[in-house]
Structure formats: C-alpha cells, structure tokens
C-alpha cells in the first residue's frame, strides 16, 4: 500500500521560506514521477507546480520558476519542495503526487498521478 505524508507547512510572512518535505512508503518500481500541487480555497483547480523524475530531471510551472525547488533523497524516501521569497498568491494547500512511468515516458508538471498524499497547509501573509 502506497502512502504519501506530507509536512512542513505553515504561516510565513511575505518574503520568507518554507521547506516541505513527503515521505513516501510502499513504492517499489524504480522509474517515476513525483510532484507537488497545490490548491488555493475556494474551489481552485488543483495546479501542479514542480516535477521530479527518477533520474533527478526536474520540471517547474512558471509562477514558481526561480523561487521554489523540488528535490528528493531516495535514501530516506521522501520528497521535498524548497519554497523561496514566498508572495500571498502561494498561501494553498500543497500535496504530493506519485506515479511511475515507463522507460520512455517523461514527467510533466500537469499530468495525471496514482497516489496522492492529504496536504500540508500554507499560508503567506503580506
């Protein structure tokens, strides 16, 4: 059973930083795609913002190009999203996605995942 937990939200004034994190357990195919989401209340579409495959590739949406950066340890089975000069347009709550993905497919930030965790809230006050 695959489980996706995510942490390391919270309240940041405009300007600051967040790192979250998502520990990822009962996942065992070698090639995938992990990748963060958000959604901003009320009723917003979910968007995806940032793609990481297997082999590190990484891929952003524009709102967040040079300001947040996904990374993960596969020693520790998590995956993490760096979050930098954070604005009030950022406040969502964020989820991690997982899917794997065929030798020759790869990662886009928008594309449909298997598993999702149940979000970790971010708030970002001017």
């Known amino acids: 059973q695959v489980q996706l937990v995510e942490s390391g939200g919270g309240s940041v004034q405009a300007g600051g930083s967040l790192r979250l994190s998502c520990a990822a357990s009962?996942?065992?195919?070698?090639?995938?795609?992990m990748a963060w989401f958000r959604q901003a209340p009320p009723g917003k579409e979910r968007e995806g913002i940032a793609?990481?495959?297997?082999?590190?590739?990484?891929t952003y949406a524009e709102p967040v190009k040079g300001r947040f950066t996904i990374s993960q340890d596969n020693a520790k089975n998590t995956l993490y999203l760096e979050m930098n000069s954070l604005k009030p347009e950022d406040s969502a709550l964020y989820y991690c996605a997982l899917l794997g993905r065929s030798w020759w497919a790869r990662c886009r930030v928008n594309q449909g995942f298997a598993y999702w965790g149940r979000g970790t809230q971010v708030t970002v006050s001017s």
């Open positions: 793609v990481i495959e297997d082999d590190g590739t990484t």
């Open positions: 009962g996942f065992t195919e070698s090639r995938y795609c």
